[in-house]
């Protein structure tokens, strides 16, 4: 009696292939099914439709990103709504916006029966958004003054701004959707990218869009003048002289041999008006702390071109016989 070979796993050839017949009867079975339910009518189901908003885009620009579908509810052929399902070769529908900055938003009650026709020989049931936001402003373009970022510069120790910053050209035209415009609120950034300034500057520099903008604005210009002056601030002290008024007999310094000093920072163009001047610790006895007998130091007389003035000691202990 001649042996029947078994495969590797166990199972007979003979086993193995009337196992491929009822796998290939089944899935003969399961295609004809589908096949046969996909001719039928009246199915239904929901659907994200492709959408196309379309609008002026020399005259408009969308500031986010507009929706592409919506949501709906169809009835129809098995094989009509299998390709709706899945997208396969449909045209997205067109929303045509006339003035789309006049409003963010469109009913989609508004377009039930265009969307129905379209959507021929498959019948629309409903859609399952009230409505489709998108938000399309107007493109305008402004005038913005240019105003040099803080962050972007910085000067060398003790060394001040003079007068203003000058631009050239003094406005810099920009054009965009109008409510990314009105958030630069009349001024564009002008980044210098340079520190420890301290000389006079005349540079010209290039203008940036901030990166997360760079796809909905443009510039006029490319570059700009930038034009400012700057001035050092010396450090320097002295010793004042005291000079007492409406004191007492009864009343002196708990200290009378204590030197008051003034620190400070001098304007470098003003140090022979420094040099011309004289200057005392004044101390008024009226203007004393009766709760704990001290006057504060007043410094006469005080030059609009010292900065940073700071007076050791500040407060005078005074004593009584």
């Not at 913005?144 to 007068?163: C, E, I, T, V, W």
């Amino acid at each position: 009696m001649p042996e029947i070979k078994k495969s590797s796993k166990g199972i007979s050839p003979k086993k193995l292939s009337d196992l491929k017949v009822v796998v290939l009867c089944i899935a003969a079975a399961t295609t004809f099914w589908i096949l046969n339910a996909l001719n039928k009518d009246d199915y239904n189901t929901i659907v994200d439709f492709p959408i196309e908003i379309v609008y002026n885009e020399e005259a408009y620009m969308p500031v986010k990103q507009l929706p592409s579908s919506i949501e709906i509810e169809i009835n129809g052929n098995g094989w009509d709504l299998l390709r709706k399902y899945f997208n396969i070769n449909e045209t997205p529908f067109q929303i045509d916006l006339e003035n789309p900055a006049s409003k963010d938003y469109i009913l989609t009650t508004d377009l039930k029966r265009s969307l129905g026709d379209f959507l021929s020989p498959t019948q629309l049931i409903s859609v399952l958004e009230d409505s489709i936001q998108y938000q399309i402003d107007q493109i305008q373009t402004v005038q913005l003054k240019p105003q040099l970022d803080s962050n972007s510069y910085s000067l060398a120790n003790n060394f001040r701004l003079l007068g203003d910053i000058k631009f050239e050209p003094s406005t810099i035209k920009v054009k965009g959707p109008s409510s990314v415009l009105k958030t630069f609120e009349g001024t564009f950034p002008v980044k210098m990218n340079k520190d420890k300034i301290n000389e006079n500057v005349n540079q010209d520099i290039e203008l940036e869009i901030p990166k997360d903008l760079s796809n909905k604005l443009s510039l006029t210009e490319e570059e700009i003048n930038v034009q400012f002056e700057v001035v050092e601030f010396l450090p320097g002290n002295k010793r004042l002289k005291v000079k007492k008024i409406n004191f007492p007999r009864t009343a002196t310094m708990e200290n009378e041999e204590m030197t008051i000093m003034m620190f400070y920072l001098v304007d470098e163009r003003n140090l022979n008006d420094l040099k011309e001047l004289e200057f005392e610790a004044v101390l008024n006895y009226s203007q004393r702390n009766k709760e704990d007998s001290t006057i504060t130091v007043k410094v006469e007389p005080m030059p609009g071109y010292l900065d940073q003035v700071r007076i050791e000691p500040a407060t005078i202990k005074l004593k009584y016989e």
